[in-house]
Nanobody
Framework: QVQLVESGGGLVQAGGSLRLSCAAS????????MGWFRQAPGKEREFVAV????????YYADSVKGRFTISRDNGKNTVYLQMNSLKPEDTAVYYC???????????????WGRGTQVTVSS
């Protein structure tokens, strides 16, 4: 079965950095665009970033543009999210997901991980 397992979350001070990883198994990883989403308490899940199957294109939410970088290693079936200049408003559970299309819409994603908590203190 398909599994997406996130790691790398934690507690960091404002202005700090974290690198999230998402290891995929049970699917042909290079056939899927991979996205990162996040959900803060009491809020809806929101799009953060997406990367094409080949890694040739990326797209970011305005709120993270210039601070976050998504990348992938198809040889390792892993997608990454480098998060710099973190702000308290970045606090959320971060999820990776797989989609057959290059999309920012949650409903176009077929598979989801369980998430990793990121907490940014002020």
């Amino acid at each position: 079965q398909v599994q997406l397992v996130e790691s790398g979350g934690g507690l960091v001070q404002a202005g700090g950095s974290l690198r999230l990883s998402c290891a995929a198994s049970g699917l042909t990883f290079s056939s899927y665009s991979m996205g990162w989403f996040r959900q803060a308490p009491g809020k809806e899940r929101e799009f953060v970033a997406v990367i094409r199957r080949s890694g040739s294109s990326t797209y970011y939410a305005d709120s993270v543009k210039g601070r976050f970088t998504i990348s992938r290693d198809n040889g390792k079936n892993t997608v990454y999210l480098q998060m710099n200049s973190l702000k308290p408003e970045d606090t959320a559970v971060y999820y990776c997901a797989a989609s057959p299309t290059f999309s920012s819409r949650t409903y176009e994603y077929d598979y989801w991980g369980r998430g990793t908590q990121v907490t940014v203190s002020s």
